[in-house]
């Protein structure tokens, strides 16, 4: 099946730096990527439709000028994190699209941030 | 705002009894649900998903059921197995192809 990968799997840095996570679609062409943000014991709260060549589209309440996301290719979309604090740390999980169709959404393994 | 919810936060099962884990729904105009698997550091895994206009799928060892008149979800799986422990979250889909998921039920296994 489809597979998404996320790199970095686990980082930590300190409080004022950035970090940037890739969400890469290994053997299909994505469109549409998805950004969610996890705390522990919580369910994935969407932040953010990453559209190919076009602005990403933030939910309600998300700071598109903290999160900054890039969907440079079809098969790439990273998410930055400018001057990260503690309460940032999180997990933080992409998911793309397939063929357009709900079913065909496929999700990356993760990745943890922990800020200092 | 529209969301999704379930009933129980921890399922613990007897290695081999069946499992139900339920959601609730108050988005009325969702037309599409799916049920994900999430273990501990990792993504979540599709399991099985539905669509509005049925009220029952079966996958292997795992059953969905829809009600829409309570608007309510379940998933079911048949003879639990300790590789089931996890956290299992229903989703909905929203306009545009974005999910809104629910708040997740843990389900232990016990030996």
């Known amino acids: 099946g489809a597979v998404v990968s996320q790199h970095p799997s686990w980082v930590i840095c300190k409080s004022g730096t950035s970090v940037k996570i890739e969400c890469r679609s290994l053997?299909?062409?994505?469109?549409?990527m998805f950004w969610y943000r996890q705390f522990p014991k919580q369910s994935l709260m969407l932040m953010a439709t990453?559209?190919?060549?076009?602005?990403?589209?933030?939910e309600q309440g998300v700071e598109k000028d903290k999160f900054l996301i890039n969907h440079a290719s079809l098969t790439l979309s990273t998410l930055t994190v400018t001057s990260a604090h503690p309460e940032d740390s999180s997990f933080y999980i992409c998911?793309?699209?397939?063929?357009?169709?709900?079913?065909?959404?496929?999700f990356g393994e993760g990745s943890r941030l922990t800020v200092l | 705002g529209e969301s999704v919810g379930l009933h129980l936060p921890t399922l613990s099962v007897q290695e081999g009894d069946n499992s139900i884990i339920n959601c609730a729904y108050s988005n009325s105009a969702s037309d599409y649900f799916i049920w994900y698997k999430q273990e501990s550091g990792k993504g979540p895994q599709f399991i099985i998903d539905i669509r509005s206009n049925m009220d029952k799928r079966q996958g292997q060892r795992v059953t969905v059921l829809l009600n829409k008149t309570v608007k309510h979800l379940s998933l079911q799986i048949a003879a639990t197995q300790p590789g089931d422990s996890a956290v299992y979250f229903c989703?909905?889909?929203?306009?545009?192809?974005?999910?809104?998921f629910g708040g997740g039920t843990r389900v232990l296994v016990k030996p």
């Open positions: 998911s793309a699209v397939s063929g357009g169709a709900i079913g065909e959404l496929f």
């Open positions: 990453s559209n190919e060549g076009s602005k990403a589209t933030y």
């Open positions: 053997d299909f062409q994505a469109t549409t």
């Open positions: 989703a909905e889909k929203a306009a545009g192809n974005k999910l809104t």
